[in-house]
């Protein structure tokens, strides 16, 4: 899912009986109101595990796992005039993947890490005013590669928690090995720094992977917002964390 202003959008994913869908829905928070978009041969084609994020007019759809392997593609659909666009492809060089990170920072679509086969640990943008791609060499405490994180968008940095850094043998039905770690990546400097975070506090979500999250608010901070996702021990969780940023990651 991703929000343009005071709606929700939700695109794709698998339905009971396994099958990828490309149907995108919005729903009105205003009016608590679900409205089917488009669907069809209209959009982006079927898949699931992909990645959205949104700025303050479009969301966009990066990658995930089509009806004939990995995807590597990137639309954006205009909530504006309600219609879908497909950027550029990146070409080879950016392999399709599933669950990577996505976010939108300095003027371009990022998309960090996934899984392609195997952890990835690539970092490549797309510049929305030139469409064109980039792969960029990162430098610092770089995470382990990994998929299926969180990932928020936060002025200049990038922000990733957790996620999977081994995958199980099982695939979708098992848990991997899993990160509780929390880093940031300046856009500008291309710098990668692990966080502090009380890693061995009571109030910390420990390792996780496939979460649903969001950007947030709370009691006057700006931070991350995770809820439930898988634990190391396949456990499917239900609880929800807040992580406030320092002021240095705000503005």
């Known amino acids: 899912m991703a929000a343009v202003g005071e709606t929700i959008y939700v695109f794709g994913g698998r339905d009971g009986e396994h099958n990828e869908l490309n149907e995108l829905y919005s729903f009105d928070t205003r009016a608590n109101k679900w409205a089917l978009i488009s669907r069809g041969d209209i959009g982006p084609p079927n898949r699931s595990y992909h990645s959205m994020t949104a700025d303050d007019r479009h969301v966009y759809v990066f990658g995930g796992c089509g009806v004939h392997g990995r995807l590597n593609d990137l639309w954006a659909f205009d909530a ?21 990170g996505l976010a939108v920072a300095d003027g371009k679509i990022w998309v960090v890490y996934g899984f392609s086969g195997e952890e990835m640990d690539d970092v490549h943008c797309f510049n929305l005013a030139h469409k064109t791609w980039t ?12 998929s299926v994180f969180c990932t928020l968008g936060n002025g200049k940095h990038i922000i990733v928690y957790g ?61 991350l917002l995770v809820y439930g996702g898988n634990s190391p021990s396949n456990d499917r969780l239900d609880d929800i964390f807040f992580l406030a940023l320092s002021q240095e990651l705000v503005n």
């Open 163 to 223: 996620g999977e850094i081994d995958p199980s043998d099982q695939g979708h039905l098992g848990a991997g090995q899993f990160s509780g770690e929390v880093y940031a990546l300046d856009t500008d400097t291309l710098a990668w720094k692990r966080l502090e975070d009380k890693a061995n506090s009571d109030s910390h979500p420990g390792p996780r992977g496939w979460c649903a999250f969001a950007g947030a608010r709370r009691g006057g901070r700006q931070g």
């Open 80 to 100: 504006v005039e309600g219609k879908w666009v497909e950027f550029p492809s990146p070409g080879e060089s950016c392999k399709g993947r599933g669950g990577p």
């Open 135 to 146: 792969q960029v060499e990162t430098s610092g405490l770089k995470p382990t590669a990994r």
